[in-house]
Nanobody
Framework: QAQLAESGGGWANAGGSLTLSCAAS????????MGWFRQAPGQEREFVAA????????HYAEAVKGRFSISRDNGKNMLYLRMNSLEPEDTAHYYC???????????????????????WGQGTQVTVSS
């Protein structure tokens, strides 16, 4: 049973940058595709970015494409989300998530729905001021 713990959230001015980290333990991190989601007050949790097992493939929501970058270090069991050019609309609680579904072949199909992920962290708050 994998456990995930996010860190790195905080305050930023519009146009600024933050890097979120997600530490994984208790599972085989390199066997899980991973994702980042966010949830603003009164809104549903939404997909932000996803990354394949080895990190060679990534996928982003349109709202963050070109500004955010997802990466992972399997040797350290760490997942990252680099957020540049932050906007007030990026204010939300950010969650990392792991997909434990069995790998079939080497073709990775990014998953963008919350129900497709099995492991979740507690989240970290990001607040962007204008």
């Amino acid at each position: 049973q994998a456990q995930l713990a996010e860190s790195g959230g905080g305050w930023a001015n519009a146009g600024g940058s933050l890097t979120l980290s997600c530490a994984a333990s208790g599972g085989t991190f390199s066997s899980y595709p991973m994702g980042w989601f966010r949830q603003a007050p009164g809104q549903e949790r939404e997909f932000v970015a996803a990354i394949s097992w080895g990190g060679g493939s990534t996928h982003y929501a349109e709202a963050v494409k070109g500004r955010f970058s997802i990466s992972r270090d399997n040797g350290k069991n760490m997942l990252y989300l680099r957020m540049n050019s932050l906007e007030p609309e990026d204010t939300a609680h950010y969650y990392c998530a792991g997909d434990r579904s069995r790998r079939v072949g080497n073709v990775w199909v990014p998953k963008k729905e919350t129900y497709e992920y099995d492991y979740w962290g507690q989240g970290t708050q990001v607040t962007v001021s204008s």
